[in-house]
């Protein structure tokens, strides 16, 4: 919703004590001084943040300077929080950042404001001094090319020479000038559009997206760490599909993504076709964003405890599994004249891709692609279990195999319910009820997430004699898949018994005997 403020409104939010601050410093200076971007974006949609970007015409490092100085000295008087500032001169840029008793930590970038013009193969700019207008015509988008000055002569008062306030009222993505000239001179901008118009619902004219696509090779000059950081920006979106969607449309997604381009369309045969698979696995998405966003609205509603933080974003993560669940599906399809298109075993070579698909998009190659390569792998079985019926053993091979991660995998499994027939999804989610409720009785019992085997590879070799080798893993295994599928108790005498008998038939037996 677009708050339309009078300039006397606008004043009234930059309550900030940063804001007089600058400004008193700016006409110390006597120089012009602007908070633009997102900050003056966000603050017209009701959500302004502390992550303030102002732009001054002459040297932001020099008012930036002066800032931070009036700060320290304040901070000397009332014993309060010194800024920290740190300087780029390279790219003629400060930020000041520092600690407020009542608003937290603010941070407050500073740069001159410039003209560029750029060289056809790179997206780094050659870069002049230059007026206000000059830096509002560098920026990607009309939503975030206003101004609001803060000097005190004019304070508040907003500088919008291509409407991006008609735009944000509008809901419309555009750019301040010939948007083939603005994404050809930073590509990057062509992710900036979708990403904003995936964030805020917004659409993007048809005169832009259609430069997107002329422009689409362009996104080769762009650094992998730049493009991943605005796909991550897309995955975190209320709805991550519109994202997903546009870049598939104008044709980026062929590029930056092909593994997942290649999910896209409906192949026919005999008059039988499978459904469009980019599709559904757009819908997934969406499907594990609507189930996190109601599980951190109960849990926001439920008194907290003290829980140890995972080791990384698995929410973002999930979105990742959701998103490359169902590549393999690409190299598994095929005909078959009895049962028509089949996919089998594209999750273990879906699981195969991902480690390389993180490489190429400069994701972690740490703990998170483990994540992420095993819910691909495991993605079919929880969906096996409520289809087939549930045993035991397979339930215990699920929480074995998922560990900590058994409510992604959950959570994940039932978003792949994307059926159009109600009665099919509803059969599905009503035996994932019960295979939910089977895993509790069955942790109940014994906690098979952070399961090991009562005995372990050491005491095998110690017990029999043994080098590490081949028989070593034949008996670990054997023990392991003897509990769990019901064969031998989970305790360390039943194990042990179990061991002496398979080690007979390899020929071994206890030293000592």
Not at 27 to 41: A, I, M, P, S, T
Not at 367 to 386: D, G, Q, S, T, W
Not at 390 to 407: C, K, M, N, Q
């Amino acid at each position: 919703m677009i708050k339309k403020l009078t300039q006397n409104e606008v004043v009234c939010h930059l309550s900030l004590p940063i804001f007089d601050i600058i400004s008193q410093e700016a006409d110390n200076l006597q120089r012009e001084c602007y908070v633009v971007g997102g900050y003056v974006r966000d603050l017209y949609l009701g959500c302004p943040s502390k992550d303030i970007d102002c732009v001054t015409v002459g040297s932001g490092i020099e008012l930036a300077e002066k800032v931070a100085k009036h700060i320290n000295n304040l901070a000397a008087a009332h014993k309060s929080s010194r800024a920290h500032l740190s300087v780029f001169r390279n790219f003629g840029t400060a930020q000041v950042k520092y600690f407020d008793k009542k608003y937290g930590t603010i941070e407050v970038e500073f740069v001159g404001a410039r003209k560029e013009s750029y060289s056809h193969d790179s997206r780094k700019p050659v870069v002049e001094d230059g007026t206000l207008q000059d830096d509002q015509n560098r920026r990607d988008l009309t939503i975030n090319d206003m101004a609001i000055c803060l000097n005190r002569s004019r304070f508040g008062e907003l500088v919008d020479p291509y409407q991006g306030m008609q735009d944000l009222e509008e809901g419309l993505i555009r750019t301040p000038l010939d948007p083939d000239i603005t994404f050809s001179d930073d590509p990057l901008r062509m992710l900036r559009a979708i990403r904003f118009a995936c964030r805020f619902g917004f659409k993007i004219v048809p005169e832009t997206f259609e430069a997107i696509a002329r422009n689409r090779e362009r996104i080769k000059i762009i650094s992998g760490e730049r493009i991943i950081d605005e796909l991550n920006k897309i995955m975190l979106c209320h709805k991550p599909s519109v994202g997903w969607s546009l870049l598939q449309k104008c044709g980026l997604l062929q590029i930056i993504f092909p593994e997942l381009q290649a999910l896209s369309g409906i192949e026919t045969k005999e008059g039988r076709g499978h459904k469009d698979n980019f599709v559904h696995t757009i819908t997934v998405l969406d499907n594990v964003v609507r189930a996190q966003e109601q599980a951190a609205e109960e849990k926001a509603a439920q008194p907290q405890e003290n829980q140890e933080e995972p080791p990384f974003d698995k929410v973002l993560y999930l979105r990742w599994a959701a998103i490359m669940h169902d590549l393999g599906k690409a190299r598994a399809k095929a005909w078959d004249d009895k049962i028509g298109w089949t996919f089998h075993n594209h999750d273990y070579l879906g699981s195969r891709m991902v480690m390389g698909i993180f490489r190429r998009l400069k994701l972690p190659l740490g703990a998170e692609e483990k994540f992420v390569e095993k819910m691909v792998a495991l993605h079919m079985r929880p969906i096996n279990l409520a289809d087939e019926g549930i045993t035991d053993s397979a339930i215990r091979r699920v929480l074995f195999e998922a560990g900590d991660d058994i409510e992604e995998l959950m959570t994940l499994c039932e978003a792949d319910i994307t059926s159009k027939i109600a009665e099919k999804v509803r059969r599905f989610l009503d035996n994932f009820k019960v295979v939910r409720q089977k895993m509790a009785e069955i942790q109940a019992k014994d906690d098979y997430r952070n399961w090991t085997p009562p005995v372990d590879g050491n005491e095998i070799m110690q017990r029999y004699g043994l080098t590490p080798s081949k028989p070593v893993g034949i008996l670990r295994e054997a023990q392991k898949d003897a509990i769990l599928d019901g064969l031998c108790d989970n305790t360390r005498e039943a194990a042990l018994a179990f061991l002496d008998q398979k080690a007979a038939e390899l020929g071994l037996k206890p030293i000592g005997q």
